[in-house]
């Protein structure tokens, strides 16, 4: 089994910034993509940005240069540090990770930005 831990969320005015974090922890062999995904209410969960073992990133248009995704292999944790940040970023934001082709979500952290 595998556990994804998040923590860092929370309320910010706009133009803030915060720092998620993602910590993988149990049978884990080698982690290949990591990232996060978010939901805003009433929509669908889309992509914010993803992070290969490789350290290639990839981000949805609308976080992209406010977004930064890193990671840190020897600790299994994903980070994302958002800045600039939007009432439109207001959503519950998920980790994965995705071990040996299977994909592992956690529990989810929300972010509220006012205006």
């Known amino acids: 089994q595998v556990q994804l831990v998040e923590s860092g969320g929370g309320l910010v005015q706009a133009g803030g910034s915060l720092r998620l974090s993602c910590a993988a922890s149990?049978?884990?062999?080698?982690?290949?993509?990591m990232g996060w995904f978010r939901q805003a209410p009433g929509k669908q969960r889309e992509l914010g940005a993803i992070?290969?073992?490789?350290?290639?990133?990839n981000y949805a248009t609308s976080v992209k240069g406010r977004f930064t995704i890193s990671r840190d292999n020897a600790k299994n944790t994903v980070y994302l540090q958002m800045n600039s940040l939007k009432p439109e970023d207001t959503a519950v934001y998920y980790c994965?990770?995705?071990?040996?082709?299977?994909?592992?979500w956690g529990q989810g952290t929300q972010v509220t930005v006012s205006s």
């Open positions: 149990g049978s884990i062999f080698s982690i290949n993509t």
């Open positions: 994965f990770v995705n071990i040996q082709n299977r994909q592992y």
């Open positions: 992070i290969s073992s490789g350290g290639n990133t």
